[in-house]
């Protein structure tokens, strides 16, 4: 078991390590590792986990680690894999805070952050492009998809909301389509 919690923890370290950008950019990277890589879950399974995470408090790279790693190993399994997505987080933000001060204003640094985020922004579209073969099957997911869409870019209505009205929502039409 303990072999195990290693693994699990390593495996959240590596993504932790080069995910930039929170859990939007985690997910390409989390499909390869946990779907393709080690058959841990199936696309859904995590799909699903990651939906739940953007609904709860915290970050939701940490929300989806504590899920799988609670599915593989139960509470042990949740722990390792929490402390593997954070730990290379921590350290970062610790070099980068105590060499920040003396290169913040680098015209490299400054570069290489903005570069950065041109690579954060492509690996968001590449998991955005994901979850909509996974989950816009149809006409009623195209027009939920407009009308989230819409309201979170347009209007101020929380996250949460979309995400437990969007529920109801489908569980309101399967409902329907068995009757």
Request: charged residues 15%; hydrophobic residues 55%; glycine residues 8%.
């Given at each position: 078991?303990?072999?195990?919690?290693?693994?699990?923890?390593?495996?959240?370290?590596?993504?932790?390590?080069v995910?930039?950008?929170?859990?939007?950019?985690?997910?390409?990277?989390?499909?390869?590792?946990?779907?393709e890589?080690?058959?841990?879950?199936?696309?859904?399974?995590?799909?699903d986990?990651?939906?739940?995470?953007?609904?709860?408090?915290g970050?939701?790279?940490?929300?989806?680690?504590?899920?799988?790693?609670?599915?593989?190993?139960?509470?042990?399994?949740?722990?390792?894999?929490?402390l593997g997505?954070v730990?290379?987080?921590?350290?970062?933000?610790?070099?980068?805070?105590?060499?920040?001060?003396?290169?913040?204003?680098?015209?490299?640094?400054?570069?290489a952050f903005?570069?950065?985020?041109?690579?954060?922004c492509?690996?968001?579209?590449?998991a955005?492009?994901?979850?909509?073969?996974?989950?816009?099957?149809?006409?009623?997911?195209?027009?939920?998809?407009?009308?989230?869409?819409?309201?979170?870019?347009?209007?101020?209505?929380?996250?949460?909301?979309?995400?437990?009205?969007?529920?109801?929502?489908?569980?309101?039409v399967?409902?329907?389509?068995?009757?």
């Amino acid at each position: 078991m303990l072999k195990e919690l290693l693994e699990i923890y390593l495996v959240f370290f590596k993504m932790g390590s080069v995910t930039f950008g929170g859990g939007y950019a985690m997910l390409p990277i989390l499909r390869r590792e946990i779907v393709e890589r080690r058959g841990w879950l199936d696309e859904e399974k995590v799909m699903d986990f990651f939906a739940v995470s953007q609904c709860l408090p915290g970050i939701i790279a940490s929300n989806v680690s504590v899920f799988i790693g609670y599915q593989r190993r139960k509470t042990p399994g949740a722990i390792a894999a929490a402390l593997g997505v954070v730990t290379p987080s921590i350290i970062i933000i610790t070099l980068i805070a105590a060499l920040m001060q003396n290169f913040q204003n680098e015209p490299m640094v400054q570069h290489a952050f903005k570069a950065i985020s041109i690579c954060v922004c492509a690996l968001i579209l590449q998991a955005v492009i994901s979850m909509w073969k996974k989950g816009v099957k149809d006409w009623v997911g195209i027009g939920l998809f407009a009308v989230v869409f819409a309201l979170s870019v347009f209007t101020r209505v929380s996250p949460v909301w979309l995400v437990v009205v969007s529920a109801l929502i489908g569980i309101a039409v399967k409902k329907a389509e068995e009757k």
